[in-house]
């Protein structure tokens, strides 16, 4: 006799049998597919998931009209390229059964002509190590500190205290240390106490000011002598927030001087109401305006962004106009999910996924980046409720009649989105990929990260918040990172340094580096002597300046005088490059205008800081008298 669980067994195979053989739907079409160069010699592409009625098993890359290979997941780097070189390619999705969809729309790419030494990768930050916040009486900083702002007048930090009050104090910032030992760590000085910096009007960011309650601290960001603040509804299912930003003095106990809430931009505030960022004086025009600002990662994706998100405003047209004017660089619709679907429980996803989301940005100064960080689940995602208990993962909870299953995952033992294990996480953006959005030519939803990469954090991180805000200082290129729950309910402040490499020491890498394809190869975009964004200041001039390659920006050359021995001179005064090997600066003189000779003694190699030239001949010598600074290069 046969036993019966045999039978059964054999029965599912022949059922499972019959099912492969007659699937023949294929898949969807991969949507949304995205790519920006990684490197000279590499592209990422990414897209969002494809949709099959048993699942899909992975995806052909097709590249320059060949098929390339079949990759598992829904983001894929192209290596080996060649640099300056364009590829086009296009995607299709399989099934388990072998059904192929048709191949998506196609994308180009064009890797960078050379490396770009102002991208920011994983190996330029450089831990500082990381301090705690008070714990005194007034300043209860428990389950808090996942907003934060710099404030370069008292080398200090803004931060959103405990989550239940949304209160706002200031913090000093002690020199971090690097352990593992939370009681080894120094502990800020509160320079002002938590207090409530909205004065009661957290809650209003409905339509006409009404009051949406649940709302939370999303940002805080020193602009000038204000502080610029963002509140989110934290739960906001019939997505009927409109408001986002306020403003308040920078002296907490000054009453009075709230001023909000105020709506930046058309999309819903869940793109706009969290972190926000300084952007570099060279990359304004560009983009469009001084500040970013960003949510995503909250409850309720659908009014949010599937990913991160960076909208570019002006803060000082807070309560001036209204709405703000803003435009959105980065971000992702439901129907433009590049990096990933929310729903997506077969693929693993760091980049989007249900347990993933960025809290801060910063656009490090020097730098062609914006970084977003975050947390991340690196596991397959699902909902459902978290278990410790790896036997029970995916099996259904009692007396949910099968519509709720377990997930296993230790550090959250709570019901909802789970990816366990999870990281401290970093989506990198090219700023030359925010700027053509800004110029129209591009939608936000086809920015990709050109990096990505994890952080490894000496506390936890203990569940699916590990990085919850992030804050800047341009002066130290010092990136602050609030660790949320780091030790029990006490958050951490983590420290880091940007330290990019030193600049290309020829005006020919230093071309290559900043311009690409056409580009690179056209003398009237990138040539010595070009002047592309017609600001006055050829490329040479830039290069030999250390100015940056794109942008406006101000003449740096200064006229002056001098008394001397021999009387009083004219004199230049510029700005030179640290390090390079083909570049020499000579005064020169006329009476003229037309005949120029070299003042004796005044040519000048690259080096650290400005030069003051001076002229040979006294003012008084002379009726006419002119200076120009001669740029040569071998």
Known sequence: ??????????????????????????????????????????????????????????????????????????????????????????????????????????????????????????????????????????????????????????????????????????????????????????????????????EGHLNEVGAGGSVITGCKVGGLFVYGDRLIGTSYAYYDAGGSARRSHFTSGLDLAQA??????????????????????????????????????????????????????ATVFDPAKLGAIDPVPARLLVGYTYEHSTLGTWGNSTEINPQFNQAAGSSGLVFPFGSDSVLFFGSSGIGVPHYGQGTSDPALHLQPVPSTNGAVVYVYDPASGGKGCHAYPYVAYVWAYRAQDLARVAAGSAQPWEMVPYAMWTLDLPFGPDGQDSVAGAAYDPATNRIFLCQYNAVGASPIIHVYRVDLPAPPDTYATWRAAHWAGADLADDAISGPLADPDRCGLTNLARYAFALPARGPIANPVAIGNADTAAGRVLTLTFPRRATATDLSYTLEASIDLVSWAPVPGQTYAPGSGPITAQDAMAMDEASRRFLRLRITTP
């Open 1 to 198: 006799m046969i036993p019966r669980n045999i039978l059964l067994s054999a029965a599912l195979v022949l059922a499972a049998s019959l099912h492969a053989q007659t699937d023949t739907t294929p898949p969807s079409v991969p949507a949304n597919l995205a790519g920006t160069a990684a490197s000279a010699t590499s592209t990422i592409l990414y897209w969002t998931q494809a949709e099959d009625g048993t699942a899909v098993t992975g995806y052909d890359i097709h590249r320059d009209g060949s098929f390339l290979l079949t990759h598992s997941d829904n983001t894929f780097t192209d290596t080996g390229l060649a640099p300056g070189s364009a590829h086009t390619y296009r995607i299709a999705a399989r099934d388990a059964a072998g059904n192929t969809s048709a191949v998506s729309p196609a994308v180009t790419v064009t890797t960078d002509a050379a490396e770009n030494p102002r991208l920011v990768r994983a190996q330029h930050l450089t831990y500082l190590g990381a301090f705690a916040f008070p714990r005194d009486a007034q300043n209860n900083y428990a389950y808090g500190g996942t907003s934060i702002g710099f404030n370069p007048a008292n080398n200090s930090l803004f931060a959103r205290g405990h989550d239940w009050y949304q209160l706002v104090g200031e913090i000093s910032i002690p020199s971090p240390v690097i352990t593992s030992d939370f009681a080894a760590l120094p502990v800020a000085t509160a320079l002002q106490n938590l207090t409530d910096v909205s």
């Open 256 to 309: 009075g001087d709230f001023a909000g809430m105020y709506t930046v931009g058309t999309y819903n505030p869940g793109f706009v109401a969290g972190g926000m960022a300084h952007i570099p004086p060279e990359w304004q025009t560009a983009l469009g305006g001084p500040v970013l600002t960003g949510l995503d990662g909250v409850p309720i994706v659908s009014r949010t962004s599937y990913g991160p998100t």
